[in-house]
């Protein structure tokens, strides 16, 4: 059924000042109203409420907001409660909603519902999916611009030229015998050439964005000894990496997250490489030529000493 009632904790699991739980669809009012014992919700308007569990047992105090469709995300009728942070206390208001009769949604299922509702189309669904997971500032702020339909309004300038482009071809055939410009078919090379251009372009330039989006990915290479945990510990500012004069320390990739600028970087500590006669030494030494491959960008440490 498209328009039964989903709920879903919007926030991240963790402790925070607020969590949201989020409902959509026909009956996302009836089920706050049932929770809250309040009827007097009013569209778009934050609404102080205790929010109470099915055995009738005060969960929260939150704030509710409610969104009447077609005005809301989904363009259903859509509920937001705002509790308090951490885990229990969202998902025992989650709990109660279900009870109460929604269903818990599948993964992304209110940007599933914009998009069938015609609220959002999928380049937009494509950039709000990628602008949560984004891994730099620059990345945000392409992602912001694709969400309000940069990339959508590419598309249909694309579009719009290759039906141009059919239309003069169409013409070619269609009236073939009549007295049509006689560079015509030159006129619709050179469009097809341009349009050619501009979508290479694009492509190179979105390849050439990858790391931006995903976030590059950085290994520390080198012999053994030479300072690559040290490295990776300094860049992390704590000791995560065990650091000592033996050389072949470490032994297994060591995968970790730092934010460096307006870049979140993903750098990868390796075991030193060298003629190994230890069978598990030699399989972290094979692990660190993977990283190579794997990897945007390699750091090579040499020992200067
Ligand atoms: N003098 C000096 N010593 C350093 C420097 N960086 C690291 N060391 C020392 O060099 C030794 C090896 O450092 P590690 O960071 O464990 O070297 P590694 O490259 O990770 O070594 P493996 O894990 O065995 O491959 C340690 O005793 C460090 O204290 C540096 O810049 N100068
Ligand atoms: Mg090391």
Redesign the pocket.
Known sequence: MQNDTIAAVATANGIGSIAIIRLSGDDALTIAKKLSKKDNFKNRYATLCNIYNANDELIDESIVIYFQGPHSFTAEDVVEIQCHGGYIVAQSILKAALQAGARLADAGEFSKRAFFNGRIDLSEAEAIAQLIEAKSEDAAKILASQMKGSLKEFIEEVRDAIIHILAYSEVTIDYAEEDLPSDLVEQIQEKLNKLYNLLQRTLMASESRAGLMQGFRVAIV????????????ALLNYNR??????????RDTIEEQVKIGTHLIRIV????IREADDEIERIGIERSLEAIEQSDIVIA?FDG?
Do not use: Q, R, Y
Request: glycine share 14%; aromatic share 0%; proline share 4%.
């Open positions: 080198g012999k053994p000894n030479v300072g690559k945990s040290s490295l990776l510990n990496a065990i650091v000592s004069d033996i050389a072949g320390t470490t500590d390796t075991a030193g440490l000493s």
